[in-house]
């Protein structure tokens, strides 16, 4: 089967690095994503990883090993605008996503 | 920009009425999925749509039914509305080109069910 473990909540201060977990088992496996969600809205894509490695994209990063079934997300430099749920999410072997059940991250001033 | 909107943000209903959700996506994508996300579940699928009068089942389809006649619209349907109906629904949509596609969603709708 497939499974996919994030922290609830994380709680971060304003200015710092905060790191969000994602750990995954599955058979199949085509790539895994990131997004964030503001309370009340719609999630938003963040980014998407298929290698293994670091991936940059300003202030937020992603890294993906799928040997250890593990990624992160890093947000660095926080605003209090990041305050949200993020979300990931596997695509599986038949392209269908898989989701975590979000970690929401609070940051404080 | 892509755009995916849906009828409601918010709906209130009785047990046992029938609901209709309807989402439109303005980029002519190819896929459709409807999802409903509930407190610490995170999002479960319950139908996705690959093409116009195309539909599959996702993970939780019992109790919904669905319809897409025209590649921008797909609908949910509720046919007898219970409380444990009471949630958010999402509605998403993803190029056909490449399978890694982002989706993008729509502003969802809260349901609650009295």
């Known amino acids: 089967g497939q499974n996919i473990d994030q922290p609830t909540e994380m709680t971060a201060t304003e200015g710092a690095i905060v790191q969000i977990n994602c750990t995954y088992q599955?058979?199949?496996?085509?790539?895994l994503f990131w997004y964030q969600q503001h309370a009340g809205e719609a999630p938003t894509f963040l980014s998407y990883?298929?290698l293994d490695g670091l991936e940059e994209k300003g202030r937020f990063s992603s890294f993906l090993s799928r040997s250890k079934g593990y990624s992160y997300l890093l947000l660095k430099e926080l605003q209090m605008k990041d305050s949200a749920s993020y979300l990931c999410?596997?695509?599986?072997?038949?392209?269908?996503?898989?989701w975590g059940a979000g970690t929401k991250l609070i940051i404080k001033p | 920009d892509v755009k995916v909107t849906q009828s409601s943000r918010y709906l209130v209903k009785r047990t046992g009425e029938k609901v209709f959700l309807e989402c439109v996506q303005d980029m002519d994508h190819e896929n459709m999925f409807w999802y409903r996300q509930d407190p610490g579940l995170g999002l479960r699928l319950i139908y996705f749509?690959?093409?116009?009068?195309?539909?599959e089942k996702g993970d939780i389809p019992e109790g919904y039914s669905v319809s897409r006649e025209k590649k921008e619209r797909f609908s949910l349907i509720l046919e007898s509305a219970s409380t444990n109906q009471t949630s958010m629904y999402l509605c998403?949509?993803?190029?056909?080109?490449?399978?890694?596609?982002?989706?993008?969603f729509g502003p969802g709708t809260r349901l609650t069910v009295l």
């Open positions: 998403a949509s993803r190029s056909g080109g490449g399978e890694t596609d982002t989706q993008y």
């Open positions: 999410a596997l695509l599986d072997s038949n392209y269908q996503l898989i």
């Open positions: 990883n298929v």
């Open positions: 599955t058979s199949g496996f085509n790539g």
């Open positions: 749509s690959y093409d116009v009068k195309m539909k």
